[in-house]
């Protein structure tokens, strides 16, 4: 019988399921996972009938329970009449996703392309950036962002039997610059905003993107709608270099409101745009955004239109404010809505059990997920959150992380 | 400056956009690909006003246009207020899920998990059954089906970075046997029900499945609800090995007429089950079902139990049996909804054309996508064509195909 020496290369289930499974069975064995709930006025109840706010979503404008995203939503399947007619797009389609596409490249400015999920438009994209067909048709060395989603990561594998992939440490702007000069063609991969709070150094990449050509792929999933002028997210923001050099994805799930994703893509010619339709991984073959997160969706790009999307924003931001006036974490200050709570790694689960009980959920995050010493409690604010609510998170926040 | 070269072991997208592209390229400039048309009571119409129905649609029991269906899709929107309420199920989740994995289990007989896609399901599970994580802790030897879908093929990769990774001829039964003589484990990975036509031999694979305990990952996407009783698909109704050694998944986008997958396993402890919803990929991290694709799979799953399905069903063959007294085909006289229709290469775009003048989309299928000589129309017969259609049809396909 042969035996099986796996390579490792870009993945090991046995380590990330011996780290993680620990960490799921720790949290859920202290009630901090595996949590059923209904959700009823923004306030979540379970069977027993505990009644605790959310702090660990990520609908930061709360557009997901917006009475015209719902109603857009069951618009869309009366006028259509299915949640999809399964057919590969490329052959035939009803006009649900390009109107959608339309509504959306207006709004964000660019090329859009939809797909089901952020993860599946990941996959699709970055082995076509691998070979060089969607770029300038040259192989980049792919450098991932050793942070970087697992949804980019996992496409580690399939970039590297079109070209070579290597990883860097967070932010090495210094190593993808050393790396431009010794290749024709560089790749960078990473989130536009980070999942634990923080912004890509856009600016900086934007030099490399104008000195060197340096293509950027960026997730801004954590930004979308949260961020910038009618919710154009961080990159789109700031990021002087929108040209076929920059390509963001962002997940239509979080400040969005709805169901899906949406790949941004600027100055390439209409070839490329067929070709990513039809290779980009499962663009091309697999299950369509439905429907009703297309109609949802074209909902959100209208309140996105009108002056609703910048309150909603002055609200988070208000929140965010409040949160850091009253529990010091190392985001304070940041638009960004996540913070992380230091807590010691002896007293963190104790710590997510107090705040839970007291009617609030917020994530504790431990080793073996983080580093010891770097344990905290994961609250994310949203614009729907009253002050009442804050003020007592942050009370509470406060009698927990003391124990 | 490095050049670099591609390893090309498992994928190579140069072969691959450069067979498939003029393939959509030609199609397109003749008007079979890239059709844009609102669907009415069964009938495609373009903006031009051309009407035509559709011969290319994997919606076999024409559920997805079910009034039932839209409305369960409706009333949960309307009870869940939600599309989505963003955050990793395994902390906190809202019931939809639950609900719609429970009805699935009992309708199919099985522990399910539902994904976004079939696509999503297999990129998440192939690489933790090729690391020994879901099945029996061996890493075993993955045999790919040279035929089998991309989605799973697609996953090769990253299963290559866990554990060794070969491909078969199409059901070289023989070639598993000798395998399963050389390694402790064996995984083969194949389609329960093909999408050019056929099925898997699930009799013979189950003798290797008694014999040297195989492990079978089917995707039985293109029969369940076509097949079987209460729709539960080919492999199913004729698997006799139901426990930890058959692994099913099965779009809900075709003959289901909904949206997202059912996973289906069966012997698995709860501890596997978790480590699947926590560490397959996408759907540890990314979006679920939304909700209207939930609600409308529970009201499919309702129809599933009725003896509507069964009526359903009588009536696609009804019409397979009508087409095949019509029109011959290689796949004449199975129950499976997909012909082939032979047509030199040298006329099949052309017969293409003028079977969609007259009225009928089907799908030409010719050189580079399939080998020269082997060209054809790909007809897929549905529930809901009626008599007069599929006559009328293969009134035109004679003529056509005569040219």
Chains 1, 2 share one sequence.
């Not at 930061?60 to 857009?72: C, F, Q, T």
């Not at 993107?209 to 789109?236: F, P």
């Not at 996540?338 to 689960?349: A, F, G, K, L, M």
């Not at 009980?357 to 614009?383: C, D, K, N």
């Amino acid at each position: 019988m042969r035996d099986i020496a796996p390579t490792h290369r870009y993945r090991n289930n046995d380590k990330a399921i011996g780290v993680g499974n620990a960490f799921w069975d720790m949290s859920e064995q202290n009630g901090l996972a595996g949590i059923v709930a209904e959700l009823e006025d923004g306030v979540l109840r379970t069977a027993e009938g505990h009644e605790f706010v959310n702090f660990t979503c990520c609908s930061y404008l709360d557009l997901d329970s917006h009475p015209a995203v719902i109603e857009g939503a069951i618009a869309a399947l009366r006028r259509f009449g299915v949640l999809d007619h399964c057919i590969p797009r490329s052959r035939v389609q009803i006009p649900a996703l390009l109107e959608l596409e339309a509504s959306l490249g207006e709004l964000f400015g660019a090329d859009v392309v939809s797909a089901i999920s952020a993860g599946v438009a990941s996959a699709g994209l970055l082995p076509l950036i691998a070979s060089g067909h969607l770029g300038n048709g040259v192989r980049p060395l792919m450098v991932f962002d050793k942070n970087c989603h697992v949804s980019m990561a996992g496409a580690k594998p399939s970039c590297a039997d079109e070209t070579e992939v290597v990883s860097c440490d967070h932010h090495d702007v210094g190593f993808l610059e050393d790396m431009c000069k010794q290749y024709r063609r560089v790749c960078y991969v990473v989130d536009g905003s980070d999942s634990l709070g923080g912004y890509a150094p856009v600016l900086e990449l934007a030099e490399l993107q104008e000195k060197y050509g340096l293509l950027v792929y960026y997730d801004d999933s954590h930004s979308i709608s949260a961020y910038g002028e009618r919710g154009i997210g961080y990159v789109r923001t700031h990021c002087p270099v929108l040209d076929e050099r920059t390509i963001t994805v962002a997940t239509l799930n979080k400040a969005f409101g709805t169901s899906g994703a949406a790949i941004m893509l600027d100055g390439y010619p209409k070839q490329v745009l067929r070709i990513v339709e039809r290779f980009a991984g499962a663009l091309s073959y697999s299950q369509p955004m439905n429907t009703a997160a297309v109609g949802a969706s074209l909902a959100s790009a209208e309140i996105h239109r009108t002056p609703e999307l910048g309150l909603l924003q002055k609200r988070l931001y208000a929140n965010i404010e409040l949160f850091d006036s009253l529990v010091t974490s190392e985001q304070a200050g940041s638009t960004y809505p996540i913070r992380v709570v230091p807590v010691s790694d002896e007293t963190v689960v104790a710590a997510g059990r107090k705040v839970f009980e007291a009617g609030f959920y917020v994530s504790p995050v431990f080793f073996p997920i983080v580093a010891r010493g770097t344990a905290g409690l994961r609250v994310m604010l949203r614009a729907g959150q009253t002050e009442e609510q804050i003020r007592a998170l942050c009370a509470v926040l406060g009698e927990a992380t003391a124990a």
